[in-house]
């Protein structure tokens, strides 16, 4: 076996070995730590979902602070949406900030598998009932 992560898949026809765009999938995911009780409710109902999710079975132990980070500024994000003021001229230092920070989001939502574009470059397939759209890439 190549060297890097040992990784299980229930497919029988899947492919072992790291290919790129080919996310190999544990049996399942990491141990999360719980959902910070500081976060918005959204935001912890958010982070137990994914937690739980296909996507979190790609990860390994070590990229988990990566992902509480991730939840930690999407929590941010949605703070700082409610107190950015009406006046056009107060909101542009806010607004300059939030453009940051939906950056980061974006950046480290794209490397978790979190979103539907993130986790099919990622290669990560979610849906398995027949006819679903992801069966063009079962397929090739």
Same mark, same amino acid.
């Given at each position: 076996?190549?060297?890097?992560?040992? &990784?299980?898949?229930?497919?029988?026809?899947?492919?072992?070995? /790291?290919? *790129?765009? #080919?996310?190999? *999938?544990?049996?399942?995911?990491?141990?999360?730590?719980?959902?910070?009780?500081?976060? *918005?409710?959204?935001? /912890?109902?958010?982070?137990? +979902?994914?937690?739980?999710?296909?996507?979190?079975?790609? $990860? &390994?132990?070590? !990229?988990?602070?990566?992902? /509480?980070? $991730?939840? !930690?500024?999407? #929590?941010?994000?949605? &703070?700082?949406? #409610?107190?950015?003021?009406? #006046?056009?001229? +107060?909101?542009? @230092?806010? *607004?300059?900030?939030? &453009?940051?920070?939906?950056?980061?989001?974006?950046?480290?939502? /794209?490397?978790?598998?979190? @979103?539907?574009?993130?986790?099919?470059? $990622?290669?990560?397939?979610? +849906?398995?009932?027949?006819?679903?759209? $992801?069966?063009?890439?079962?397929?090739?």
């Amino acid at each position: 076996m190549p060297a890097g992560r040992p &990784r299980t898949s229930a497919d029988p026809n899947a492919h072992h070995g /790291r290919a *790129l765009g #080919d996310a190999e *999938l544990a049996a399942a995911a990491p141990v999360f730590l719980p959902a910070r009780v500081t976060w *918005l409710a959204e935001t /912890r109902r958010t982070y137990g +979902e994914y937690a739980q999710s296909q996507s979190a079975k790609a $990860l &390994r132990p070590e !990229d988990l602070p990566v992902v /509480r980070r $991730l939840f !930690d500024y999407i #929590d941010r994000l949605s &703070r700082f949406w #409610d107190k950015v003021p009406d #006046d056009p001229d +107060e909101a542009r @230092g806010p *607004l300059q900030a939030i &453009r940051v920070l939906q950056d980061l989001v974006s950046k480290l939502s /794209r490397e978790v598998g979190f @979103g539907p574009s993130a986790r099919q470059s $990622l290669g990560i397939r979610t +849906e398995t009932r027949p006819g679903s759209a $992801l069966d063009v890439f079962r397929q090739s």
